[in-house]
């Protein structure tokens, strides 16, 4: 079975611009999560969609978004950003609600603001 | 106020020796769950265990053990005869409702784990 995909790997932009971030669930994951890792702030939750519905939202400011397609597919979009927004954005993908399931990671996409 | 303390940030140990990972929660909810991820230098986190609130039972699996305590809300990670490829970053999480209606995931800051041959 293959892994949780996410494209692209490793990202640079600047401020001001938006960014867009995908990730492959594992086949028959109906649950996608996307979060931030950073060296300050550790790993924080950003939001997770279960049939292509957001269920839960952490707490970041509305220029973070996404979105779930009928396949599990998810992207996030970050509009306008910042040099905070720096990061290693992690999708993980589960067969049910992330709060209480296993959860299955991919590599990240490392996001450069300059 | 943090609801997951991971207060070692860094430990370092020689192969071999047992080391024990603390963690720290904080919920006002009967049910929750308590998870522990591993995150090697590669960067994907991997699942290790995954823990009910009514299930104080200590786990066991090869040279990890997990110790769950509700009365002192510590659910501590031991690694027994360590060997070099556990030396990863290791995270505690906490999911409860916190008021949002639905589980949402907590994750510690991180121990950092280097074992030295």
């Known amino acids: 079975k293959a892994g949780v995909t996410q494209t692209p790997r490793y990202l640079i932009k600047t401020r001001g611009q938006q960014v867009t971030l995908s990730c492959s669930p594992i086949s028959g994951h109906r649950s996608v999560s996307w979060y931030q890792q950073t060296p300050g702030q550790g790993l924080q939750f950003l939001f997770e969609?279960?049939?292509?519905?957001?269920?839960n939202k952490g707490n970041f400011p509305g220029r973070f978004s996404g979105r779930q397609f009928s396949n599990s597919r998810s992207e996030m979009n970050v509009s306008t950003l910042e040099l905070g927004d720096s990061a290693l954005y992690l999708c993980a993908s589960s067969l049910g609600s992330q709060g209480r399931n296993e959860q299955f990671f991919g590599p990240g996409t490392r996001l450069t603001v300059l | 106020a943090q609801k997951v303390t991971q207060a070692q940030t860094e430990i370092s140990v020689v192969e071999k020796e047992d080391v024990t990972l603390d963690c720290v929660y904080e919920?006002?909810?009967?049910?929750?769950?308590l998870f522990w991820y591993k995150q090697p230098p590669s960067g994907e986190l991997v699942f290790l265990i995954r823990r009910n609130s009514f299930d104080e039972q200590n786990e066991i699996s090869g040279r990890y053990s997990w110790n769950f305590q509700k009365s002192t809300s510590s659910f501590n990670f031991t690694i027994t005869a360590s060997q070099v490829v556990d030396s990863a970053v290791y995270f505690c999480a906490l999911s409860d409702h916190s008021g949002a209606g639905s589980y949402q995931l907590t994750f510690g800051k991180g121990t950092k784990l280097s074992v030295i041959p």
């Open positions: 969609y279960f049939s292509e519905t957001q269920r």
């Open positions: 919920t006002r909810d009967t049910t929750y769950y």
